[in-house]
């Protein structure tokens, strides 16, 4: 931990107060001085040491509402924000610094809640123009090029993807999603969304090694699902070389490994991607589930790990 300037006020305020009474002592000892010098020597003593007492309560007492404000802050996540900062009676600028910390978080819940809404209208109002786009290309199937129709139609299928994708994070941040969980196999699980993604990497002269035991966990398999095609995604499109996957059971949890190495070194690969907003709403949505990324200069990595494994 870092020493605050209150921290080094203490320390050096408590080596001054020995420093002081290892002098006075050594004076009244060796150098044989009378009994009015001692006493005022004796009153110098406990001068500093109250000095040193007052010191301490009031950094205690400085330093208390701090800690509690910032312990109170590690718990603001974006689900959260809008969760208010609540003290005992305080000195009167803490006590400003508080509703000034809940002022802000009011505020930024109020923007997300409309960035939010925006975004889930907007993807709402785009289903139905691409489901007409769609079906106008597949009656004009005769009337153009037999390529240019199959390339529209994958457009069309990735931006309708999309507009799902969209659809799903606004339905998790407004805490609507519904999950329908059960005692999945994971391994299985794996093995079949690897079987897709591995065709994909063998073009490009690369595979996906798969390192698994037979694991269990309480999980919505198709959400499941859907994380795991985001991060191969990601892995497939972003690294070079083989992908690894990874699946251990522990005492209490399953640990779930996919790693790559990058291409180049670009955060905005990974953690500014619609596949990563689905991932991390999902993972929040289950509950029993959390994410870690490793974003280096060589390699990316994102550690799942879900509990109750069975």
């Given amino acids: 931990m870092n020493p605050t300037p209150l921290r080094l006020f203490i320390w050096f305020s408590a080596t001054f107060l020995v420093v002081s009474i290892v002098f006075l002592v050594t004076i009244s000892v060796f150098h044989g001085v009378s009994f009015g010098a001692r006493t005022e020597s004796i009153f110098a003593i406990g001068m500093l040491a109250a000095f040193l007492v007052v010191s301490l309560i009031l950094a205690r007492s400085i330093n208390h509402p701090i800690d509690s404000i910032n312990r109170q802050l590690t718990n603001v996540h974006p689900q959260n924000v809008n969760k208010k900062i609540w003290l005992e009676k305080t000195s009167p600028p803490i006590t400003q610094l508080v509703e000034s910390i809940n002022e802000l978080s009011s505020r930024v819940h109020i923007e997300m809640m409309h960035a939010n809404e925006f975004s889930r209208q907007v993807a709402h109002e785009l289903r139905t123009p691409l489901s007409i786009l769609r079906l106008k290309i597949e009656q004009a199937a005769e009337r153009i090029d ?5 390339e529209l139609q994958s457009e069309l ?9 969209m ?21 299985v699980l794996m093995a079949d969304v690897v079987s897709d993604f591995r065709l994909i990497a063998q073009e490009d002269g690369r595979d996906i090694q798969v390192i698994s035991t ?22 497939v499109r972003h690294g070079r070389g ?9 005492a209490n949890e399953v640990n779930l490994l996919i790693y790559n190495e990058r291409k180049g070194f670009s955060r905005d690969d990974h953690h500014l991607g619609l596949g990563n907003r689905v991932v991390n709403a999902l993972v929040n949505a289950h509950k029993n589930m959390e994410i870690w990324y490793h974003d280096g200069t060589i390699w990316y990595a994102a550690l799942i790990t879900i509990g109750q494994a069975s």
Avoid: F, M
């Fill in 146 to 150: 037999a390529e240019l129709a199959d």
């Fill in 157 to 165: 299928s990735r931006l309708t993807q999309d507009v799902e994708q």
């Fill in 167 to 187: 659809l799903l994070i606004a339905r998790s941040e407004r805490g609507q999603l519904v999950l329908h969980k059960s005692n999945c196999s994971l391994d």
């Fill in 214 to 235: 037979s694991c269990k966990a309480n999980v919505d398999g198709t959400y499941l699902r859907l994380i795991l095609q985001n991060l191969l995604t990601n892995a």
């Fill in 242 to 250: 083989n992908v690894r996957v990874r699946i251990r059971c522990a």
